[in-house]
């Protein structure tokens, strides 16, 4: 158990964007104290306990990921995975094995990837049917935009439920997307949820998530609160249709404690590249379709507007060009002095150059997800392959988002959860002239979330006052980042322990 005065110190320091030799910190009520030089530290360290990682460590503000569904990830971390298949008819047969094995109310099937698959297409509803008759079974894409459900898991769907066929089992955003509230996990999967994900979270050196969920998720989150079970830091943001109750409530963005958050209001303006959804200008490649748009610059207009009037952040879903166009122009007819409630674009994965422009004028805050570059990314990679040769190369522009003066923020979608995949992604980017060095993506998966969320003056930096979020790695500046390991993450002082902690 960590006492509460200490002196830690490791042989670099990210201070001030860079990484630094001979400083300690002085860290006291779960705040950093003092920024120290070693030598000075030595000294108070006859007093204090004196914590010193000697060798290759590095002592960093713990990460922030600006963009996650934990909850979400830890339910599904209970259930099956279809990741790593390369056939449905393997798939198929996986899920006959398991549905007659096990007894459960409802199946769902998690991160298949048909593109992956021999066949090469999505399941269908009878082929379900065939191997699991009797009990519903979801499947949903690794994207989270497109899910399959066999005829038992449709009949449990209300009439009229946009993006459903009912032929085919196909279902594309709305459903997929709402799993929960169709297909609703009771509080207890979502309480062991919540303390799943967050022990993964941590294992990766993170302490702050930006969280996405529902009054009922908000309300779970508190009560493990009050019972001194939430470690993680969470700005819990809430899904469109509870904006109305929220306000009348006279909740707003910012209010709760240093550990749970009320975030702000997200929308989707589209939906993903895999799921070939995302609302381009022009067609995915060999097809003529080009996405869908969900919101258009009305819808958009009318929900900052009504946002900003009971003072909530908005944080809206685009990822194709159109999307973001359409919601650059929402913003540009809601907002007339400048941005003050930080209103957020996820994802802004393939702007055109002139919405740079225009997020840059608006100054829209842009939170984007640097380990889908390193996923799909890549020369022949998913991006690729559904976008064609000269599209895919304009995704995720992080230098030019940064050298534009854009204030941006990194996080993982959860898909996967490390920022260290995300790093590797920023400094790898297939476009040379995008790529980021460590200490600036380092940046914007810590101070970056920290701004998101209006706590730029708490975390996100090792400075006095700041918490004392601190994460001790193993490794170098100059380390791959898929080298790095995490030894100890400290959380308002506090060290993180049990399973998978600090096991290195
Ligand atoms: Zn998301």
């Given amino acids: 158990m960590m006492t509460e005065r200490f002196i ?23 705040r950093i104290e003092g920024v120290l030089d070693r030598s000075d530290a030595r000294f108070l360290g006859r007093y204090l306990p004196f914590l010193e990682y000697s060798g290759e460590y590095m002592l960093l503000p713990a990460f922030v990921d600006a963009h996650c569904h934990l909850h979400a990830y830890g339910i599904d971390l209970y259930r099956p995975s279809l990741e790593g298949f390369s056939s449905l008819r393997d798939v198929l047969e996986y899920i006959r094995n398991f549905v007659s094995e096990r007894e459960k109310k409802l199946y769902v099937f998690v991160d298949f990837d048909q593109s992956r698959w021999k066949e090469g297409r999505l399941p269908s509803r009878a082929e379900l049917d065939r191997v699991a008759p009797n009990r519903p079974v979801i499947l949903r894409r690794v994207c989270g935009h497109v899910a399959v459900g066999n005829s038992r898991a449709l009949e449990l769907l209300p009439e009229g439920v946009d993006g ?23 509080e207890r999967e979502i309480e062991e949820g919540i303390l799943r994900g967050q022990r993964e979270y941590m294992k990766l050196g993170v302490a702050s998530v930006h969280e996405f969920g529902s009054p009922r998720t908000f309300r779970i989150y508190r009560k493990l609160e009050r019972e001194g079970k939430l470690n993680l830091r969470v700005y819990h943001s809430f899904y469109r249709r509870y904006l109305g109750a929220l306000a009348e409530a006279g909740l707003s963005t910012g209010f709760g404690s240093i550990h749970l958050r009320i975030g702000g209001i997200k929308a989707f303006a589209d939906g993903s590249v895999g799921a070939r959804t995302a609302a ?108 064609g040769e000269k599209r895919w190369r304009r995704n995720n522009p992080f230098r030019t988002l940064c050298e534009s003066g854009l204030k941006v923020a990194f996080g993982s979608d959860s898909m996967p959860p490390s920022p260290f995949l995300g790093l590797s992604g920023a400094m790898r980017h297939p476009v040379e002239s995008e790529r980021l060095e460590a200490e600036r993506a380092i940046s914007l998966y810590t101070e970056g979330g920290a701004l998101f969320s209006f706590e730029e003056d708490i975390k996100g930096k090792l400075s006095e006052g700041y918490l004392a979020d601190l994460l001790i790695l193993k490794g170098r500046p100059d380390s791959d980042p898929g080298d790095l390991k995490v030894i100890d993450l ?15």
């Fill in 280 to 387: 381009f200008f022009e067609p995915y490649e060999g097809t003529d379709a080009s996405g869908i748009l969900l919101l258009n610059s009305e819808e958009i207009e009318e929900l900052v507007r009504g946002a900003e009037n009971a003072g909530f952040q908005v944080i809206i879903h685009a990822i194709g060009d159109r999307a973001i166009e359409e919601v650059l122009e929402g913003f540009r007819k809601a907002l007339s002095t400048g941005n003050p409630l930080r209103h957020r674009i996820e994802h802004f994965e393939f702007p055109l150059e002139r919405s740079i422009g225009a997020a840059r004028e608006l100054e829209i805050y842009l939170s984007v997800q640097p380990n889908f570059v390193a996923r799909w990314g890549r020369e022949g990679g998913m991006y690729e392959n559904f976008l």
């Fill in 164 to 186: 459903v066929d009912r032929d085919t089992g196909v279902m594309v955003e709305d459903v997929p997307l709402n799993l929960e509230r169709y297909f609703p996990p009771d």
């Fill in 8 to 30: 830690i110190t490791a042989e670099w320091t990210f201070l001030e964007g860079r990484f630094q030799k001979g400083i300690a910190l002085l860290v006291s009520g779960g």
């Fill in 490 to 504: 400290y959380i308002g002082g506090k060290k993180a322990e049990g399973e998978g902690i600090g096991e290195a």
